[in-house]
């Protein structure tokens, strides 16, 4: 089946302890892109990747790192999480930046 | 700058009164425009997209240039559809995909 998948689906952590959001999805897409939902805020993008080594900002990248060191995963680092990264994050990916995306489930995190 | 506007955070509409969901962007090129929607407690999945030009569970949405506008349409709105509908943008700015702020549907029945 194809679909991206994120884990954990619920996080909990404490300020300043360093976590990984995992993303990986089986459709050989180029394009992978990370955003956090917030209430009144709709969906922001914190970063994306082209392809595989590619990475770039987005709207809200500060506090946030991505790498893309293979083409089907693409993972987010938040190396001192703070209280106001408490948000529900998704991934998606697509063929290219012009095409539909695919969300995976979406991580809710609580940073304490 | 905001890229796309979504006016309406909540809208109420009855079971099949028909409903519209408001869109805007800014952008004076030739954009790439998609409707995403969200039910309740699963992940946003594409509704439609412009250039497709489909009617998808009975939503339509035309692109106007003139308007700069991406409006969601249903002649009449079903209990299903109660749901959290986001318009998107893709193609501005480097490679960005721009999401608005979501609109709350609820039809009551």
């Known amino acids: 089946e194809a679909q991206v998948t994120q884990n954990p689906r619920y996080l909990i952590t404490v300020t300043g302890k360093k976590l990984t959001v995992t993303c990986s999805q089986n459709m050989n897409h180029e394009y992978m892109s990370w955003y956090r939902q917030d209430p009144g805020l709709g969906l922001r993008q914190i970063y994306y990747s082209m392809n595989v080594e590619v990475t770039d900002k987005g709207d809200v990248p500060e506090g946030y790192k991505v790498s893309r060191k293979e083409k089907r995963n693409f993972p987010l680092i938040l190396e001192s999480p703070s209280p106001n990264q408490t948000s529900l994050y998704f991934c998606a990916s697509g063929t290219n930046y012009n095409s539909p995306l695919h969300f995976g489930n979406g991580t809710r995190l609580t940073v304490t | 700058a905001q890229r796309v506007t979504q006016p309406e955070k909540l809208l109420s509409v009855f079971k099949g009164a028909p409903v519209e969901l408001k869109c805007n962007y800014s952008y004076s090129g030739s954009p790439e425009l998609f409707w995403y929607v969200q039910y309740s407690r699963q992940r946003l999945q594409l509704l439609l997209r412009?250039?497709s030009r489909e009617s998808i569970k009975g939503f339509t949405a035309d692109l106007n240039k003139g308007e700069t506008s991406f409006h969601l349409k249903k002649p009449f709105a079903q209990e299903e559809d109660s749901a959290m509908y986001y318009c998107?943008?893709?193609?501005?700015?480097?490679?960005?995909?721009?999401f608005g702020t979501g609109t709350s549907l609820t039809v009551i029945p």
């Open positions: 412009h250039i």
């Open positions: 998107a943008l893709s193609g501005v700015s480097g490679n960005q995909f721009y």
